[in-house]
């Protein structure tokens, strides 16, 4: 029973920062139909920025600096580039936006270098928060814990409580109404643009202490992200959530628990093939759940696609 606790922490960790990450980018194609390739390079880019400044200020300084300055160069790369190119459709949506996260990768190795940087957790947060038997719970991931759900009740407010969010959402779907009404609609895109950067900015500040800062972080949760709102469903930020969620808990439980596939299939009425060496599932049979824990989520969302195409709770089709 403690294990399955300390696994439902850990997962929820790794679940909220996901959501944060895939958080802006379900608001940006919400706003503005919009994939963004670039988008865990943004993220990516929080955690340089965060690093660089606690240098100077402290780690608290860079968590409240580093999204800001994410969010402005997100807003600018809107403005400057992605603003042209939105009017010849996606494919150069996309084209730009992978263009600039090989661009801001190879910016970072020729600032930063090749190698990890030594980005620390700050000394207030060390050590552990409370235990649960002999597992101790770090401080630092509680911390992590609760300013995930403070950002994410700060958008829903946002979204579903104030002049803003009511703007943003009816520019979505009647934007010329919008701009009649006497509204900057391209102002309001940027702005989206800008904030959907900086929470993938703040998620950078703060996994960068816990999952190492280098040039391939963005690569390493990149995939993982259009996985998240895909299964959420395009468009939904509560979708986001409930998705992040299964992922950080399915994954977290299939590394911790070493459940041979030959239990599994043997439970559902399969027979062992004899020899078998002689068989084609001979590595199917041999395989463990952490083996294909990193996996699960792309077998998931093959899932969703074929049988719920707009995801748990979108309203476009993928």
Do not use: C
Not at 40 to 56: E, T, V
Not at 82 to 109: D, S
Not at 123 to 130: S, T
């Amino acid at each position: 029973m403690d294990l399955i606790l300390v696994n439902l922490i850990d997962g929820l960790v790794t679940g909220l920062l996901l959501f944060m990450l895939s958080a802006g980018l379900t608001l940006i194609f919400s706003m503005m139909g919009v994939l963004n390739f670039a988008h865990a390079s943004f993220y990516m880019l929080g955690a340089y920025f965060a690093y660089q400044i606690s240098i100077y200020l402290g780690f608290w300084m860079g968590l409240l600096i580093a999204p800001l300055l994410v969010g402005i160069v997100g807003a600018a790369v809107e403005r400057y580039g992605l603003r042209r190119v939105h009017q010849y459709g996606h494919v150069p949506e996309l084209i730009f936006t992978f263009g600039l996260a090989l661009l801001i990768e190879e910016l970072v190795k020729f600032i930063w270098g090749n190698d990890q940087i030594p980005y620390q957790i700050p000394e207030i947060l060390e050590g552990a928060a409370f235990s649960i038997s002999s597992y101790d719970i770090p401080a630092y991931k509680v911390f992590m814990i609760f300013l995930s759900l403070g950002i994410f009740a700060g958008l829903l407010f946002v979204m579903t409580r104030t002049r803003v969010g009511m703007i943003i959402q009816a520019a979505l779907s009647y934007p010329r109404t919008v701009e009649a009404l006497g509204h900057n609609v391209p102002l309001v895109f940027m702005g989206v643009f800008g904030v959907g950067t900086a929470l993938a900015g703040v998620a950078g500040v703060i996994a960068g202490p816990v999952l190492s800062t280098f040039p391939g972080m963005a690569f390493v949760l990149g995939s993982i992200v259009f996985v998240t709102i895909v299964i959420g469903g395009l468009g939904s930020l509560g979708g986001a959530l409930v998705a992040a969620l299964i992922i950080g808990w399915m994954t977290t439980f299939a590394k911790a628990y070493n459940i041979r596939m030959e239990d599994i299939l043997t439970g559902v009425g399969f027979t062992k093939p004899e020899p078998i060496w002689d068989s084609a599932w001979a590595d199917l049979w041999t395989l463990t759940s952490p083996q294909i824990a990193d996996i699960l989520p792309y077998l998931l969302m093959i899932l969703i696609l074929v049988f719920r195409p707009y995801g748990l709770f979108g309203k476009r089709d993928v």
